[in-house]
């Protein structure tokens, strides 16, 4: 996947558009690890579609399934989130 330096700017509109976050729910594809809101450089509300890593993008149909609203691919963690304490540090009571 070809790395981008995107970032979001403030959306044209205050609320997305119902039929994009309708369609966003209904999404589902094995190669797809969740599916967000953003934006696009010129305030176009987007569907971020986060992809296994490896995955090449675009993906056949998912241009289709948005019919007209912007997707913009990010390729997600191959390692988990670990959680750890804050303030390592301080002591806990």
């Known amino acids: 996947m070809e790395k981008t330096d995107r970032t ?11 039929e994009l976050v309708r369609m ?6 094995p190669h797809i690890m969740n599916v967000g809101l953003t934006t696009t450089g010129d305030g176009e509300w987007a569907a971020m579609v986060r992809v296994k890593p490896g995955t090449p993008t675009p993906l056949p149909g998912i241009g289709l399934h948005f019919r007209g609203f912007p997707v913009v691919y990010q390729e997600g963690s191959a390692t988990p989130p670990v959680a750890r304490p804050a303030f390592p540090d301080e002591e806990r009571s």
Request: hydrophobic share 30%; net charge positive.
């Open 24 to 29: 966003m729910r209904e999404l589902k594809h």
């Open 8 to 18: 979001p700017v403030a959306p044209l509109s205050p609320e997305p558009p119902r």
